[in-house]
């Protein structure tokens, strides 16, 4: 089941947009991003980063204006514990 962030990729989009914004497969996404690759699974699953699917369920495909616009947004500011030794 696809989430709320998550397309079908479709052969019907422009071309423009296809040439201008392509669609990176996750490690090519992770090395634009520099960042590692779970940390992309992370952030599409917790519905901060946008993607798009091949075959529902299946290979991961996200474009660099998804990454800019996942980067430049606020990030949430999480409380973390640190365990005393």
Known sequence: MLTNAETVISQSEPAAVRFTDPWLK??????????????LRRAIADGYLRCGRINPGQ???????????????????????????
């Open 26 to 39: 996750l490690k090519e996404a992770a090395a634009v991003a520099r960042c590692s690759e779970i940390t």
């Open 59 to 85: 290979r991961i495909r996200i474009r660099e204006s998804m990454i800019s616009e996942w980067l430049s947004a606020p990030r949430p500011v999480v409380e973390t514990t640190r365990r005393r030794k």
